[in-house]
């Protein structure tokens, strides 16, 4: 157990709809990064923040959006959803976010089905 | 842009032989590498990390690492392998004042009794 979790675990949803993944990082991290994986673009970065400040940005579409909040937990928000939306959605959490050097440690993940 | 090869897409070996997955890299700047591993339907578990110092990076699980500047490789080893190491394994590198994470596309390694 990594320390970080994942809300919900999985979600099927229509298309055209918008979603909200939550994320809370390990204790005492202050970073938080979201990912996606799927089989044909494999484990993409989308986005990082850093004590409540976007820090990093990735491939992330404009329809995703992302926050994280005073007590440090993010919450990734899809909308507009398409087919190719589908996939494994993770939160990763480390203690810096200024220092490349700190490893990452992931959630469990969120699977995303989009019908 | 980094970048990061992983030139195998399966490693297939019995169990109690030596494993080894492969790693190139490509970044601007001194590498920040890391290793991960991904077993079926969990997130990815950090293995072991390079920063500086000593080219061999010991971590998790008897698993050990090699960084090769001149051929910029990162090979993940285990002198022995077990049933239970057959996974989904990932390298990934940042580098310089980049804080994006570049993964490869990872190697599934199955090791067989």
């Known amino acids: 157990d990594s320390g970080v979790t994942q809300t919900p675990k999985h979600l099927i949803t229509a298309t055209g709809q918008r979603v909200t993944l939550r994320c809370s990082p390990r204790?005492?991290?202050?970073?938080v990064y979201w990912y996606q994986q799927s089989l044909d673009q494999g484990l993409q970065f989308l986005i990082q923040?850093?004590?409540?400040?976007?820090?990093a940005k990735g491939n992330i579409l404009e329809r995703f959006s992302a926050q994280q909040f005073p007590d440090l937990h993010s919450e990734l928000n899809l909308s507009s959803l398409e087919l190719g939306d589908s996939a494994l959605y993770f939160c990763?959490?480390?203690?810096?976010?200024?220092?490349?050097?700190?490893?990452?440690?992931f959630g469990p993940g969120t699977r995303l089905t989009v019908t | 842009a980094q970048s990061v090869a992983q030139p195998e897409d399966q490693v297939n070996v019995a169990e109690g032989n030596p494993l080894t997955v492969k790693c190139t890299y490509s970044?601007?700047?001194?590498?920040?590498l890391f290793w991960y591993v991904q077993y079926p339907n969990r997130g990815l578990q950090f293995l072991l990390k390079?920063?500086?110092?000593?080219?061999l990076v010991k971590g998790s699980y008897g698993f050990e690492a090699e960084f090769n500047k001149s051929q910029t490789s990162f090979h993940l080893k285990k002198p022995s392998a077990l049933v239970s190491d057959s996974a989904l394994y990932f390298c990934?590198?940042?580098?310089?004042?980049?804080?994006?994470?570049?993964f490869g596309a990872g190697t599934t390694v199955t090791v067989r009794a």
């Open positions: 990763a959490s480390s203690v810096g976010g200024g220092d490349s050097s700190y490893e990452q440690y």
């Open positions: 204790s005492g991290d202050l970073s």
């Open positions: 923040y850093y004590n409540g400040e976007e820090r």
């Open positions: 970044v601007s700047g001194n590498p920040y």
């Open positions: 390079y920063i500086t110092g000593d080219n």
């Open positions: 990934a590198v940042r580098g310089g004042d980049d804080y994006k994470l570049s």
